[in-house]
């Protein structure tokens, strides 16, 4: 079993920036690639970033490429996702996950454990 915890969110006002945690306990070492994933009300949960956890390479969603910086502390076990000039449209559930055998990074199905979520509001 994979444990996550998250860690981070709050309220925010439009440009500003936050740092999301995301604390991985249990298995780790079954641990393929790890993602961040959002959900506003109403929405679908969408793909935000992910990161391998062997060898590091990245992925962003498009609306957050270039604000938003996915990395990893191997040694702590967490992973964390940098938000910066945030917008009004990033508020949602944002969740981490593990995906434990490699499956395609911007699809949710693919991914075997998650975290409880962090509520992340930005205020115009």
């Known amino acids: 079993q994979v444990q996550l915890v998250e860690s981070g969110g709050g309220l925010v006002q439009t440009g500003d920036s936050l740092r999301l945690s995301c604390a991985v306990s249990g298995r780790t070492f079954s641990t393929y690639t790890m993602g961040w994933f959002r959900q506003a009300p109403g929405k679908d949960r969408e793909f935000v970033a992910a990161?391998?956890?062997?060898?590091?390479?990245?992925y962003y969603a498009d609306s957050v490429r270039g604000r938003f910086t996915i990395s990893r502390d191997n040694a702590k076990n967490t992973v964390y996702l940098q938000m910066n000039s945030l917008k009004p449209e990033d508020t949602a559930v944002y969740y981490c996950?593990?995906?434990?055998?490699?499956?395609?990074?911007?699809?949710?199905?693919?991914?075997?454990?998650w975290g409880q979520g962090t509520q992340v509001t930005v205020s115009s």
């Open positions: 996950a593990v995906d434990r055998w490699g499956g395609s990074y911007y699809n949710a199905r693919d991914y075997d454990y």
């Open positions: 990161i391998r956890w062997s060898g590091g390479a990245t």
